[in-house]
Nanobody, 122 residues
């Protein structure tokens, strides 16, 4: 099971840090992806990290503003979101894909969290 936390309401330009905690299994052997879905839009990939943390990837829309990281000792992955914009408003999901390498392919992600709402508004 994956559980996201850290969402909320923030003003444009503000920051949030999302957490994705695993229970019942260890994240050491899983690549992690953060995805988001805004109202009326398809779910999109935001950021990815390999099981070791050595490889990361970001969507162009968040590059330079978001940072993904992981602490395998805490069985948790993070998404630090800075300079938030109204268009970042969405439900954010984390998902785990078994294996060392991250992938864009959503069907490769076996475990999904329930999502956490991020709202960027003044």
């Amino acid at each position: 099971q994956l559980v996201e936390s850290g969402g909320g309401l923030v003003q444009p330009g503000g920051s949030l840090r999302l957490s994705c905690a695993a229970s019942g299994f260890t994240l050491d052997y899983y690549a992690i992806g953060w995805f988001r879905q805004a109202p009326g839009k398809l779910r999109e990939g935001v950021s990815y990290i390999s099981s070791s943390g050595g490889s990361t990837n970001y969507a162009d829309s968040v590059k330079g503003r978001f940072t993904i990281s992981r602490d395998n000792a805490k069985n948790t992955v993070y998404l630090q979101m800075n300079v938030l914009k109204p268009e970042d408003t969405a439900i954010y999901y984390c998902a785990a894909s078994v294996g060392p390498d991250w992938t864009y392919l959503e069907y490769e992600y076996t475990y999904w969290g329930q999502g956490t709402q991020v709202t960027v508004s003044s």
